[in-house]
């Protein structure tokens, strides 16, 4: 089973600025469902096309090797749409923009006791995993590939932070997992590096830059 997402668009009038200023991480989140343009423009943001041909994408590689593939855990009536999008674990196929069925049903729980039991990963309606085949990178680069793949973990799981930020959603990188576990529920041989539970927050209280004079003045000392 293969779903096509909506094509990413523009969904925040939320300037650079101001998503690095309000990004935090995440662990509480209230039970409601994501849409599915705000699904297909998160996943979109870690890893997707940015031109209409070619594989340039969201986030820089090493010589365009892009070793990541990006993996999604979705709940029960966790993601809605023109359809109601079935529980399930998905691989996202970013040359298409679409999610390809793995195994169905709803696994969030399984995934927290993956991760040593954090139960707020279950609490998410959806959680993003990003894994690796580090031989795309480490077959040109040798050893050093293995600094490029982690380099690329960590513009992608940014590019989350902050487009999860923008859309008024919260996240929080996870890498307290067992990596056989998750991989058996993944059924891949890929290396899993981050785990990404995404859903909207309890409580956020916006943070001003105003709030920033009282800590670096605006002398130059010498």
């Not at 935090?24 to 998160?42: A, G, K, M, Y």
């Not at 986030?59 to 023109?82: D, K, Q």
């Not at 390809?100 to 707020?120: I, N, P, T, V």
């Not at 981050?194 to 670096?216: H, Q, S, T, W």
Request: charge should be positive; glycine fraction near 8%.
């Amino acid at each position: 089973m293969k779903i096509r997402l909506p094509p990413p668009r523009k969904m925040s009038s939320m300037g650079l600025e101001d998503a690095l200023l309000q990004r935090r991480s995440v662990r509480s989140f209230i039970n409601t469902p994501l849409t599915l343009d705000e699904l297909s423009l998160v996943i979109w943001s870690a890893g997707g096309a940015v031109e209409k041909t070619g594989n340039k994408r969201t986030t820089p590689s090493a010589g365009a090797t892009y070793p990541l593939n990006y993996y999604c855990f979705i709940g029960e009536n966790s993601v809605v749409g023109s359809s109601e999008i079935p529980a399930g674990i998905y691989k996202y196929i970013w040359e298409e923009h679409s999610l390809y069925l793995l195994k169905k049903g709803d696994y969030r729980k399984q995934l927290a006791l993956a991760s040593l039991g954090q139960e707020f990963i279950s609490d998410a309606p959806v959680s993003l995993i990003i894994a690796a085949n580090y031989a795309r990178t480490t077959s040109r680069y040798g050893d050093r590939g293995y600094r490029y793949v982690h380099f690329e973990v960590g513009h992608s799981g940014q590019n989350l932070y902050l487009i999860a930020t923008a859309l008024g959603l919260g996240t929080v990188a996870v890498g307290a997992f067992r990596d056989e576990q998750v991989k058996k529920l993944l059924e891949t041989e890929d290396s899993p590096l981050y785990i990404f539970p995404i859903g909207r927050a309890k409580n956020l209280v916006m943070r001003r830059f105003e709030d920033l004079a009282g800590r670096f003045s605006s002398e130059v000392k010498t």
